[in-house]
Every structure is written in structure tokens, then in C-alpha cells.
């Protein structure tokens, strides 16, 4: 009797000892990530740091980008509603912010298998937290090709015609959410897939694609911030930072073997930019972005997993960390 029951409290210390160490992993990676993304940059930001009246504009170029990365939450919770059980704000927080780092890592797949198995404890199917994962990248992809028409015609001469395709199907995309179905399960037969269980609801779509662009604009007023910091000038420039952004980030998003598009974001940046400021300083610009941008993304995905951890042992209650005690015999009359 006492080896049945042993055994399934083996396999669960098993199991957790490997979540363990794949979180470990994990999060060991995502370092590597941060560093090499980080890497020969911190001096030239601690310079600007130092000089007089820089510390207002970066604090101000921090505040806009993590707020531009809490709002990309609204846009991973809007696409995940209806499609399972309910989840708090906690729990989202948790799922997302988690696969959030895996950006630092190169690679999509890391922050895809911390989503299916942090979203199989909260009730969701792998199915459909893959699905969402594959379109949270496509709505966050399509909508920054689609705002760097903004910026389209500085940074390309004029030749921004191919930046309507973007535009274009992100148009039909809002008028028409179910078309991405269509579309998804016409793919799946092509490729002998199985099709995907559910996609996102018509209403769900449509407010994960207006936070998008809420999220884009908002973080582009980071790289605006910093552009006239170093004398670009302030209406000139806004439009172009702003499109320039989504448009950089979404095209370095695409080169999945370089951890959060290191080196491939920046180049895109100083095309965008040399409009508006010389070469070097351009450079000195899309660097000073980065360190930013990191910055902020480690500051806000760390605090809200503290904040989604403190919630979670609040909710338990503190019968969790304190076991009752064992019930007493009555001294008279021998009753527990």
C-alpha cells in the first residue's frame, strides 16, 4: 500500500523538478539574449545619462515604450477571450510576460512553449494557445508594416507602394475577421495540416488590432522623444519615428534567428532616422533605443510577474503557506 502510494508523489516530484529546470533554462537563455543585445551599449547610454538634461527625455522615452508593452497585453488577452475559460488579469499576465522574454532568445519556439504550458494549467489547449501565439505575431506584424506608411516615403524615396499590401489586407482584416479563418483552414488542407480548433471572435479580433496600434504608437513616442533629444526637429520628426518604429521592429521581428532582431532593428532605424539627423548621430539614436526599449521590456515584464505571482498567493490564502494544525482530542470526552 505505502509503494502505490509513493509512486504517483514520485512522478509529480519528477515532473516538478522539470519544470524547474526548464524554467531555469529558460530564463537562463533569455539572459544570454539581453546581454548580447546590451552588449558594448551600456557606456555609450551611461555618456548621454550623464549629460546635462538627458535624464528627464530618457525617463520620459522609458515611461512611453513600457507602456506601449502593457498595452501589447490587451492585445494577447482581446485575442484569447471567448476561446477557453476565463482568465484575470493575473494569470494573463503571467502567460504573457513569460513568453514575452522568450524574444530575447533566438527563435520563436521558446516563447510558444512557455505559452502552451502555462496556458494548459489555466485551462486552454495547446491548439488553441498555439493559435493564438501564431496570431498575436500576425496582428502585431501587419499592423507595424502597416504604420510605416507613415514613414514610407522618407525612408524609401517614394517607392512605398508595396507597403499598401499591408495596409490593404490589415483593412480587410478589420471589416472581415472571419476571412482569417478561411484562410487558415484552407492553408492546413494544403499542407495536410490539421486545421486549427478556433481562431480568435470577429469582436475579439477587432480590439486586438485597435490595441496594436495603440501599443505602436505609444512605443514609437519613445524613439520621438529620443530623436529630439539629440536635435531633430520635434513635428518634423514625429511621424517619422513613430512609423519608423513599427515599421523597424516589425521588419526585424522576421529575422526569427536574431534574439529580439538585435542589429537588424537598429539598421532600419538609422535609414528611417538620417532624415532627420546626420548619420552619426542617427546611429547614436537607434543605439540609445535599444538600451531603452530592453530597459523598459525587463522592467514591465519583471513587475508584472511579481505582480501576478503576489496575486496568486493572495488568492490561495494563507492556508497555503500554513497548514492547520492537527485536530485535538477533548480532553473529556476523547472527541476529535
Not at 25 to 31: G, K
Not at 46 to 66: E, I, K, M, T, Y
Not at 136 to 147: D, F, Q, S, W, Y
Not at 172 to 201: F, K, M, N, Q, S
Request: some cysteine; aromatic content about 8%.
Amino acid at each position: 500500500m505505502t509503494v502505490t502510494e509513493a509512486a504517483p508523489q514520485t512522478r509529480a516530484a519528477g515532473r516538478g523538478a522539470g519544470r524547474t529546470v526548464l524554467s531555469a533554462v529558460f530564463f537562463l537563455a533569455a539572459s544570454a539574449g539581453l546581454w548580447l543585445s546590451l552588449r558594448g551599449r551600456i557606456g555609450e547610454f551611461a555618456d548621454l545619462a550623464l549629460r546635462p538634461g538627458s535624464l528627464p527625455w530618457l525617463a520620459a522615452a522609458f515611461a512611453a515604450n513600457g507602456v506601449g508593452v502593457l498595452i501589447s497585453l490587451v492585445t494577447w488577452r482581446a485575442l484569447l477571450t471567448g476561446l477557453g475559460p476565463p482568465v484575470g488579469l493575473p494569470a494573463a499576465a503571467r502567460i504573457y510576460f513569460t513568453s514575452f522574454l522568450g524574444k530575447f532568445v533566438p527563435g520563436r519556439v521558446w516563447g510558444l512553449l512557455a505559452q502552451l504550458r502555462l496556458g494548459r494549467a489555466a485551462g486552454f489547449s495547446h491548439s488553441v494557445m498555439t493559435g493564438v501565439f501564431l496570431l498575436n505575431l500576425a496582428v502585431g506584424t501587419l499592423t507595424g508594416l502597416a504604420l510605416g506608411l507613415v514613414c514610407g516615403p522618407a525612408l524609401l524615396g517614394g517607392r512605398t507602394w508595396w507597403l499598401l499590401l499591408p495596409a490593404g489586407l490589415l483593412a480587410v482584416w478589420i471589416a472581415r475577421p472571419g476571412l482569417l479563418d478561411t484562410a487558415l483552414r484552407a492553408a492546413a488542407r494544403v499542407a495536410r495540416r490539421r486545421p486549427p480548433e478556433a481562431t480568435a471572435t470577429d469582436a475579439g479580433m477587432r480590439r486586438g488590432i485597435a490595441a496594436a496600434l495603440g501599443s505602436w504608437l505609444v512605443s514609437g513616442l519613445h524613439l520621438w522623444l529620443l530623436a529630439v533629444l539629440f536635435g531633430a526637429d520635434a513635428p518634423r520628426a514625429l511621424p517619422l519615428c513613430v512609423g519608423g518604429f513599427a515599421l523597424a521592429t516589425a521588419l526585424s521581428s522576421l529575422a526569427i534567428v536574431l534574439p529580439d532582431g538585435w542589429g537588424a532593428r537598429e539598421a532600419i532605424l538609422m535609414l528611417a532616422l538620417s532624415d532627420v539627423l546626420p548619420w552619426p548621430t542617427a546611429g547614436a539614436v537607434a543605439v540609445t533605443s535599444r538600451v531603452v526599449c530592453t530597459a523598459s521590456e525587463v522592467a514591465v515584464a519583471g513587475g508584472a510577474l511579481l505582480y501576478a505571482r503576489r496575486r496568486a498567493r493572495r488568492a490561495a490564502g494563507p492556508s497555503s503557506s500554513h497548514p492547520s494544525p492537527a485536530p485535538q482530542k477533548n480532553s473529556r470526552t476523547g472527541e476529535q
